[in-house]
């Protein structure tokens, strides 16, 4: 086995504090990864304090992970010692149902495997994910990772890049379309840059006044302050596809006037409260609402090779181990630019 140290919730009111624990050994299509940076997403804070129910515990969180093979099995093609890798969401599915047959696994008809906080298929042992200094993951899961890019600023690509990537793709956003992206924080400024790098024409609906600045130095062609009744009223029936990124429960209906015929809204946040909307906003000009979540295996390595052609990394604030706790504070409030990554060094 694979002694393995990391930092965990021990329960859903308990701090993260040091751990250790055994990894599986490297099986034949399994690959071993020092992990060198994890991101920290808000999903990590709502699954460790249990936000969303049915947490496992202890759990260490973490799914936006970066690193170098230490060691492959024997019947490992695609990787090799010494390569870097990056680990995402998922580290197992079905493999075999329309789903992932069609290459998006996230939708796997009996569930993908969470890198943490997840039961792995054959042993129903807990996942633990990537605060911590190693993983082993199979192959099918594990992503090709550039040497081109700032590997600690790669790290979010990982959930917050694809995410916001994969409704791009699928809606096919083209140069000249008209993109909104509604909130401006680890997913949403990573849309703007996605968006922006495909040639969409970009506007930032914010709360705040004061992010102006930054997204237009992100790549947003327009800025809308959302609390304005006037800004929203002048930005309507302009939109073909507007990314909403908030977890908060807002009222979509001046986003959904912002559509033009045809026009989709897509949801990556999820509100503790269901949204209520009337459908004549929809009935009016044929518009749409969808939700999205992360990407397929696929996907997410062409989502990298993107970044990788474009040189786009996420804005990040690096912190040591110790101040996990810390940064879940301060992302709660919002306190953060616009991603936390760990130094898995600091262990």
């Known amino acids: ?35 060198l940076y994890c991101g920290v997403c808000h999903s990590d804070v709502h699954q460790a ?9 202890p759990m260490v969180p973490g799914h936006e992970i970066v690193g170098r093979v230490v060691e492959v099995g024997s ?33 796997c008809e009996e569930g993908f495997t969470g890198t943490y906080n997840g039961r792995e298929r054959e042993t129903g042992a807990p996942t633990y994910g990537g605060y911590a200094s190693h993983i082993v993951v199979r192959e099918e899961f594990v992503l090709h990772v550039s040497e081109k890019l700032d590997l600690a600023r790669v790290a979010p690509l990982l959930c917050a890049g694809i995410t916001t990537y994969s409704p791009l793709r699928q809606w096919k956003v083209k140069a000249g ?37 930054d997204a237009r130095e992100l790549g947003a062609h327009k800025f809308v302050v959302s609390k304005d009744p006037e800004a929203m009223k002048a930005a309507g029936n302009y939109f073909d596809l507007i990314i909403n990124t908030v977890s ?22 999820v509100p503790p409260e269901a949204p209520e909307i009337h459908a004549f906003n929809l ?12 990407g ?6 062409e989502m990298l090779d993107f970044c990788a052609e474009h040189n786009i990394m996420s804005d990040i604030e690096m912190i040591p181990m110790k101040d996990i706790n810390e940064a879940y504070e301060r ?5 953060v630019h616009y991603r936390f990554v760990i130094d898995l060094q600091t262990l």
Request: charged fraction near 25%.
């Open 1 to 35: 086995m694979n002694q393995t140290k990391a930092y965990a919730a021990e329960a859903a009111n308990a701090p993260l504090a040091p751990f250790s624990f055994e990894r599986r050994e490297v099986g034949a299509h399994d690959v071993l990864i020092e992990i």
């Open 49 to 57: 304090r249990d936000e969303w129910g049915g947490s496992i515990f």
């Open 75 to 107: 019947h490992v093609k695609q990787f090799k010692q010494g390569d870097l890798a990056g680990v995402g969401c998922m580290v197992d599915s079905c493999q075999h149902c329309s789903s992932c047959d069609e290459g998006v696994e996230q939708y």
């Open 177 to 213: 379309d008209r993109v909104g992206v509604v909130g401006l924080g680890g997913l949403g400024h990573m849309a703007v840059k996605l968006a922006a790098a495909m040639g969409a024409e970009v506007t930032v609906f914010s709360t705040s006044p004061s992010k102006e600045k």
């Open 248 to 269: 908060a429960k807002i009222d979509l209906t001046p986003y959904l006037a912002a559509l033009r015929l045809d026009g989709t809204m897509v949801l990556l946040g």
């Open 283 to 294: 009935i009016a000009k044929r518009r749409r609402i969808a939700g999205s979540l992360i």
């Open 296 to 301: 397929g295996i696929q996907e997410t390595q």
């Open 331 to 335: 992302m709660v409030k919002g306190d």
